[in-house]
């Protein structure tokens, strides 16, 4: 299996300040990259967790008896850490989005730069692909999605597209699809513009933004006192729900105020946004629109 270099290795393993006797917790499996260095500063009575639900990430288990891989959806993180005997951890660390290994695998549809089925799914055992947005949604949901995971302003017109050639041909191909929306792609920004498609129609499919904020609401209940949250981000869609729970403690609204004009927050930030390097971004393209938020549980 191809799986690139971890982005912000270093940076995202120093934000846990891991201890040695610790349990942590690796959300994003994937490859393994960021697990083998948390396990690499583990002392022998350390523990670590890591969720994935895409079945290729079970050929790269680690191993070592320090090591537990989940196969399961990290917004069932506290479910299934109980039913392994842990209640609370000392670290947690999420690399959100797609692996580098789902995009250059054709098949899987998620790249722009293959022509393959319209896939999609994390977990290949889920129900709805992107073949089922694209060729059973409604115009107006298919717009909607458009607009708010594909902050797309002509979403509508893109929608109305799609809906008047599925009548023609089903859409069951990355070509096909980039086919029929051919009009809507300009060459000065063809790559951005179709990028924005495919994540719209991705994050729909695999309930991403739902997944984090559920993930982000169990963390409060799941860290230890001065337990450590890092988390990656590669959209804005992504990074502003997380910059917004750590500093609200809300996704919605705003928190209520006490007496003083004071709110209470589960969590708080540590130190700055972190983003790559330009060295990093050289070497590895994925980091080029990632960012770091790390946050520890209020005292």
Known sequence: MNYHNPVLLHESIDALSIKEDGVYVDVTYGGGGHSKEILRRLGKNGRLFGFDQDPD?????????????????????SRF????????????????????????????????????????????????????????????????????????????????TIVEKRQEERIDTSFQLRKVLQRFLPNAKEHKIIAQIFQAIRIEVN???????????????????????????????????????????????????????????PLEKVGKLIVPSPQEIKLNNRARSAKLRIATLKK
């Open 81 to 160: 850490l109980r039913f392994h005997g842990v209640r609370k951890v000392d670290g947690v660390l999420a690399d959100l989005g797609v692996s580098s290994h789902q995009f250059d695998e054709a098949e899987r549809g998620f790249s722009t730069r293959f022509d393959g089925d319209l896939d999609m799914r994390m977990n290949q055992k889920s129900n709805i692909s992107a073949k089922e947005v694209v060729n059973e949604y409604s115009e107006e949901k298919i717009a909607e999605i458009l607009f708010l995971y594909g902050e797309l302003r002509n979403s509508r017109n893109i929608a109305k």
């Open 57 to 77: 990430a079970q050929n790269n288990i680690l191993e070592d008896d320090r090591f537990v891989l989940i196969p399961e959806n990290f917004r069932y993180i």
């Open 207 to 265: 309930e991403e933004l739902d997944v984090l904020k559920e993930f982000l609401e169990q963390l409060p209940n799941l860290l230890n006192e001065e337990g450590r949250l890092s988390v990656i981000s590669y959209h804005s869609l992504e990074d502003r729900l997380v910059k917004r729970f750590f500093r609200t403690g809300l996704f919605t609204g705003e928190p209520e105020k006490d007496f003083f004009g004071n709110i209470s927050v």
